[in-house]
């Protein structure tokens, strides 16, 4: 595939507001997750939260769309002047030449959730607060982005679980291979709920600790929450990150649990390599999906090492912002931006010792390299995989 440019990125996560605050972050190795203070009578677990979600409002002409996710897509679109970049794409390529593709795998059903609470009665209807086609629709956030930036090319919301917001970005390489615009601005947002929390507390899934990926003793995840976006263009203006090829799968093996023996995440990550004309060799280092959860971080090393063996270094960043679900895939995204601008590869935190088990070379400390290419992995329930590959311009 042609490579396409990353011209601008910016993101808001549980280790502050801006793409430098999770760069420094990495760098000081220091985690975002803190003790889950979410709900009324908290589980005990540990989540990525984002300071200011509550004092910030979406208001004016788009207020229809306020909620807690929503919220977050407005903090990242604020951030690292990202809404100017979009402005000036808007100039170069026209409105209806730029694309909004936006993964999630809840949106807004948060208000929802609170809306159902409120009643004053089972019978009673849910107070007007609840918007649910601006707010819990699967569409509210790609279509609030859009009217935000002004944009009216193509809009399309992704919501394949945790391979969300990777996806987001195959759907917008094809749509600009399609002729169907010339750029895109591609993101991911998951906020903290009661159902996800709850959820994977229901499939015993959620760690009591900060979670640990590809450790002996992990015990599940940290969910966090998150919006990151990015402008994908044909060309870039000035040397930077570029997506040189993408893959994806499908297990079709149970509702839930990954194939596992990996044949579904080795599948997208072989196709991924064909689509960028690489081979396994010149891959620099990849971030995990890297859950946290005993059978996810055992099938995906499996999957690795059945290309990669143990020559190519691998990171998680769950440790930094926990598991944001369907924002994950630009959270990895983030990681390997760091990792091409740093050249270095991030130790997985809060990991103290490998599973004696695992093939692949989980680096546990910052790992200084020369990094040109990184694969990302984000991969959803139902089998639902997805791997990218980014590299430098320039």
Not at 40 to 69: K, M, Q, Y
Request: charged share 20%; proline share 4%; glycine share 10%.
């Amino acid at each position: 595939m042609e490579p396409l440019a990353l011209s601008h990125v910016s993101s808001v996560n549980a280790l502050g507001i801006g793409t430098a605050a999770t760069h420094r972050a990495f760098v000081d190795r220091r985690s975002g997750l803190t003790r889950n203070d979410f709900t009324a009578d908290p589980l005990e677990t540990w989540i990525g939260r984002v300071a200011g979600v509550e004092s910030c409002r979406v208001s004016g002409r788009l207020e229809r769309f306020d909620c807690r996710n929503n919220r977050l897509a407005l903090m990242a679109l604020e951030a690292d002047g990202f809404r100017d970049a979009a402005a000036a794409a808007r100039q170069r390529h026209g409105a209806d030449r730029i694309g909004v593709f936006v993964g999630t795998s809840t949106s807004g059903i948060l208000e929802t959730e609170l809306g159902y609470r409120a009643r004053p009665g089972e019978q009673a209807p849910l107070p007007d607060s609840v918007r649910i086609q601006f707010q819990q629709n699967i569409f509210s956030a790609a279509h609030f982005t859009r009217e935000l930036l002004a944009l009216a090319g193509p809009a399309v919301a992704v919501s394949t679980a945790c391979s969300s917001s990777a996806k987001a970005f195959v759907h917008a390489a094809r749509a600009i291979a399609a002729g169907l615009c010339d750029a895109a601005v591609v993101g991911g947002v998951d906020s903290l709920c009661y159902t996800t929390l709850y959820g994977f507390q229901s499939l015993q899934l959620l760690s009591s600790v900060p979670c640990r990926p590809c450790d002996a003793q992990r015990n599940g995840i940290s969910i966090g929450e998150a919006a990151s976006f990015a402008l994908l263009e044909r060309r870039a203006a000035r040397p930077g990150m570029v997506l040189l090829g993408y893959g994806e799968s499908s297990d079709a093996h149970h509702m839930s649990s990954p194939d596992p023996q990996g044949a579904g995440a080795r599948s997208a990550m072989a196709a991924a390599l064909a689509r960028a004309r690489l081979s396994a060799v010149e891959i620099d280092g990849i971030v995990l999906h890297g859950t946290a959860t005993v059978l996810n971080d055992q099938v995906e090393d499996l999957a690795i090492d059945g290309l990669f063996g143990r020559r190519v270094p691998l990171c998680s960043m769950k440790g930094w912002t926990g598991h944001t679900l369907g924002a994950a895939g630009m959270m990895n995204m983030l990681a390997a931006r760091s990792a091409l601008e740093g050249q270095f590869i991030p130790g997985t935190l809060n990991t103290r010792t490998v599973d004696p088990q695992f093939h692949g070379n989980v680096v546990l400390d910052n790992h200084a390299a020369r990094v040109d290419r990184v694969l990302v992995n984000a991969f959803g329930f139902g089998g639902s995989n997805c791997s990218l590959i980014f590299g430098r311009n320039g």
